[in-house]
């Protein structure tokens, strides 16, 4: 699709499958010339146009949409959730925010606790951080050796892959942030009292490994940047514009599903026939 913006995020952000991803590549504000009024009535329209969507993608009770957003702190994402998901039914839609894992998930394989969180037929489930923590924090912080978490990105392909078969359709978006930006971000955090709560102390010291994460998040986009499931790398440094962006994107996805309200299960005729004679 091509816009008055000339962008095209389903196109211009999707990470190239097979070839080594390198985030040199890929900005990170990408709004240059945009006009910032025009692109928040898109925004608004892509709202309006996802809450739709999902109302037909409920009703048709047939495939769902799994989104994965994956980001350094303070990058947005729980504002993303807020602003591209803030006309849908909440009945059809669940938020799943992954924390460090608890003894007893610990105790399992590391999907354990994510395949149960998977969206149902007629859903959309948003993972605010997923499966890639896996081999993101988990590589970085040395948490399980590199014989472990090295093969976790072919497990990761795999379960993918399982779900797509089962009818889920897969976007994965990282919402790439500069670094100068997250100081900001983090400072933001530190001087505006109703920010206060969102800062954590780890926040500084997974800041000081920048570089070691935006390794981990090349490797982790490279090797699981399928066909089936393909990773996105959005602009975050304006909001407006990682917001509109993201909102194209899945608005994008759910048109190309395409969804359609089931036919009637009986004749609506011959029931409103029925309906008149009880009266
Ligand atoms: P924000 O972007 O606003 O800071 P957040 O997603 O970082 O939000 P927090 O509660 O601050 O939310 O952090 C969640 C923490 O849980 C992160 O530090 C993340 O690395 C950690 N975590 C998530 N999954 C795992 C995992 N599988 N193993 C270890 N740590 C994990
Ligand atoms: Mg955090």
């Known amino acids: 699709m091509t ?3 000339n962008r ?7 990470a190239n499958p097979g070839n080594p991803i390198s985030f040199k590549d890929f900005k990170t ?13 898109r925004t608004e329209e892509n709202t309006l146009a996802i809450a739709d969507l999902q109302h037909k993608l409920y009703a048709d009770h047939n495939r769902s949409l799994l989104i994965v957003l994956q980001a350094m702190d303070a990058a947005g994402k729980d504002s993303t959730i807020r602003k591209v998901f803030a006309r849908v039914n909440p009945q059809g839609v669940q938020v ?15 999907l354990w606790r994510v395949h149960m969180h998977t969206p149902r037929k007629g859903h959309i489930a948003l993972f605010n951080r997923s499966h890639y923590e896996d081999v993101l924090v988990a590589r970085v912080d040395n948490l399980v050796p590199e014989s472990r978490w090295s093969k976790r990105y072919q497990v990761i392909n795999g379960f993918e892959q399982a779900l797509v078969n089962g009818g889920t359709e897969i976007i994965k978006i990282y919402l790439h942030l500069s670094k100068d930006r997250q100081r900001e971000k983090l ?3 530190l001087t505006d009292p109703e920010k206060n709560w969102k800062f954590e102390a780890g926040d500084i010291q997974t800041r000081a490994k920048w570089n070691d994460y935006m390794h981990a998040y090349e490797d982790a986009i490279t090797n699981c940047n399928t066909e089936h499931a393909p990773w996105y790398i959005v602009p975050t440094d304006r909001k407006w514009y990682r917001v509109w962006a993201i909102s194209e994107i899945v608005r994008t996805t759910l048109e190309r599903m395409d969804p359609q309200f089931p036919e009637p299960k009986l004749d609506p005729i011959s029931a409103l026939k029925l309906l008149e004679q009880l009266q």
């Open 3 to 5: 816009n008055s913006f």
């Open 8 to 14: 095209d995020p389903i196109n211009d952000y999707r």
């Open 29 to 41: 504000d990408d709004a240059q010339g945009v006009d910032r009024e025009h692109i928040e009535a």
């Open 96 to 110: 799943k925010s992954f924390k460090k894992p608890t003894p007893d998930e610990l105790a399992h394989d590391f």
């Open 187 to 189: 400072q933001d955090r």
